[in-house]
Structures are given as structure tokens and as C-alpha cells.
């Protein structure tokens, strides 16, 4: 049972390059989210989306991009690595309801951006 | 916008004896969910409880219990008979219950570090 699958699991960048995080998940979820952690500041929102085709932004949208082809794929884009974008990402996936609330995991992408 | 906050960056416990660690919300629902959510160093988030704000039982799992106080809009979460393993950053967390857009996302504090000495 893979839950949600995130690749890479670390990463270094150069300022300036490009690249795809990559999850997928394999519970059928609707809802899938972006997260990024820094140090002592929790887990922010990057985007997030209720299901194919449709995405938002969450509070720190700025330098990423998202698409949802599939139910079970949610990619991250980096277009212009910056060193503020040095953090572990975590994507999530949930069920779209009121009764099963539990957020799934992945195990976070670490990403130094230089 | 709902905020969450973790006034314990950092807290101790010795082995076997019984820390509790602290989180107030803000938020203008009545009706929501709260979490506690254990990332040891492996990164990974694991859930350990969930509380429904439209009940007035706390939640309890095994060693893991809370008090929620929705009037003061508080939830803390004891831990009893900690043991090595429970040691890691342990995050609270909130989520809207009525359902559309990003009310599913969840909204998190800063994090309290546990450590447990032996």
C-alpha cells in the first residue's frame, strides 16, 4: 500500500535551474496539497487542488507552479530556483469529506537551492 | 484565517514520566477539527490524534490524549509513559469541517520539539 509517493528525496539546485517535484498517490484522493517546511515555522501552503484539472493557489504561491492531469498526480514546478525556495516540501492527499478528515503524507523532498 | 499556535518550541521529559504539550487556535467556526501530528527525524507526518470540535469527549489513543477546551480554544496533547520512540517535532494542527475549495487544507503551528531522556 504506497499511500502518496514523493520523488525526489533530495535535491540540490543551482540558483536559476528548473525542476519537477513529482507525487503520486494511490488512494483515489480528490484533494492533494503542497506543503513547505522551514525551520521553526511549521508547514506553509503552496497549492493545493480539489481534483483533475483544477488547482489554487494556497499562502506561499510565489515561484511554483502546479498542474493535476490525474487524480493521482500532483507535480510541483520550480521555474527559477531561488535560495528562498530552500526547504522540505511534502505533498498530501486527503478525501473530500466531512467523515474520513486524515491527511496522508509523503515523505518530504529536501531541496537546497545554492 | 485560522491561525495555530505552539508557544513550546522545545520541551523535555524524562522516561516513563508524562509531558504535555500546548496549542491554542483562533478561528470563527463552530464546527472543525484539530490534529496532533508526530514528524520524527525521518521527516515523515504521522498522525497521532484527531479531536471533532462538535464533540465534547476528548479524544484519547492509547498513551496519546488531549484536552480540548473549545470555549477557550485550546487543545493540548498529553503524552503518558513517554518512551524514546516518542521523541520528535510534534505539530497542531486545524482543519475547517464544512467542506469546498481550501477549507480541507490544513493550518499548522510552528512545531514543539520533544525530547525524552533516558
Known amino acids: 500500500n504506497a499511500g502518496v509517493t514523493q520523488t525526489p528525496k533530495f535535491r540540490i539546485l543551482k540558483i536559476g535551474q528548473s525542476m519537477t517535484l513529482q507525487c503520486t498517490q494511490d488512494m483515489n484522493h480528490n484533494y492533494m496539497y503542497w506543503y513547505r517546511q522551514d525551520p521553526g515555522m511549521g508547514l506553509k501552503l503552496i497549492y493545493y487542488s480539489v481534483g483533475a484539472g483544477i488547482t489554487d493557489k494556497g499562502e506561499v504561491p510565489n515561484g511554483y507552479n502546479v498542474s493535476r492531469s490525474t487524480t493521482e498526480d500532483f507535480p510541483l514546478r520550480l521555474e527559477l530556483a531561488a535560495p528562498s525556495q530552500t526547504s522540505v516540501y511534502f505533498c498530501a492527499s486527503s478525501y473530500p469529506g466531512t467523515g474520513n478528515t486524515e491527511a496522508f503524507f509523503g515523505q518530504g523532498t529536501r531541496l537546497t537551492v545554492v | 484565517a485560522q491561525t495555530v499556535t505552539q508557544s513550546q518550541p522545545e520541551m523535555s521529559v524524562q522516561e516513563a514520566e508524562t509531558v504535555t504539550l500546548s496549542c491554542t487556535y483562533d478561528?470563527?467556526?463552530?464546527?472543525?477539527?484539530l490534529f496532533w501530528y508526530k514528524q520524527p527525524p525521518s521527516r515523515q507526518m504521522i498522525l497521532v490524534i484527531r479531536?471533532?470540535?462538535?464533540?465534547?469527549q476528548n479524544a484519547t489513543e492509547n498513551r496519546f490524549s488531549v484536552n480540548f477546551q473549545k470555549a477557550a480554544k485550546s487543545f493540548s496533547l498529553k503524552i503518558s509513559d513517554s518512551q524514546l520512540g516518542d521523541a520528535a517535532m510534534y505539530f497542531c494542527?486545524?482543519?475547517?469541517?464544512?467542506?469546498?475549495?481550501?477549507?480541507?487544507?490544513?493550518?499548522f503551528g510552528k512545531g514543539t520539539l520533544l525530547t525524552v531522556n533516558p
Open positions: 478561528t470563527s467556526e463552530s464546527d472543525y477539527y
Open positions: 494542527a486545524y482543519r475547517d469541517r464544512k467542506g469546498g475549495g481550501s477549507n480541507y487544507k490544513l493550518t
Open positions: 479531536q471533532e470540535a462538535y464533540k465534547q
